[in-house]
């Protein structure tokens, strides 16, 4: 099964850029993806998604127009860029996969995901 290995997380000041990756171990052209994100004391909140084509993707209200999902399948890896991070944004950050036969699917809760990530910590200071 495919294994997902997150980076890119560390300290950054409110308004500043965080960029994550998450590398696969297989290919990820028929993989519907996402971005999930959970910080102490709080349920796993979804962030964004993208479908196996790429061509469709979801975010969450918040992260909107701040954050970018994106994939280089010749590279088998997954992003999400982050600019005008806010202190709110701190938290885990997981990257989830799950197989899907319709390109253009993508899911926006957690439940169809079946490989996750170890998590990387984004802390945005104030």
């Known amino acids: 099964q495919v294994q997902l290995v997150e980076s890119g997380g560390g300290l950054v000041q409110a308004g500043g850029s965080l960029r994550l990756s998450c590398a696969a171990s297989?290919?990820?052209?028929?993989?519907?993806m996402g971005w999930f994100r959970q910080a102490p004391g709080e349920e796993r909140e979804f962030v964004a998604a993208m479908s196996p084509s790429g061509g469709r993707t979801a975010y969450l209200e918040s992260v909107k127009g701040r954050f970018t999902i994106s994939r280089d399948s010749a590279k088998n890896t997954m992003y999400l860029q982050m600019n005008s991070l806010k202190p709110e944004d701190t938290a885990a950050y997981y990257c989830?996969?799950?197989?899907?036969?319709?390109?253009?699917?993508?899911?926006?809760?957690?439940?169809?995901?079946?490989?996750w990530g170890q998590g990387t910590q984004v802390t945005v200071s104030s």
């Open positions: 989830a996969a799950t197989m899907s036969y319709d390109d253009e699917n993508y899911y926006d809760t957690s439940g169809p995901y079946n490989h």
């Open positions: 297989e290919r990820i052209s028929m993989y519907a």
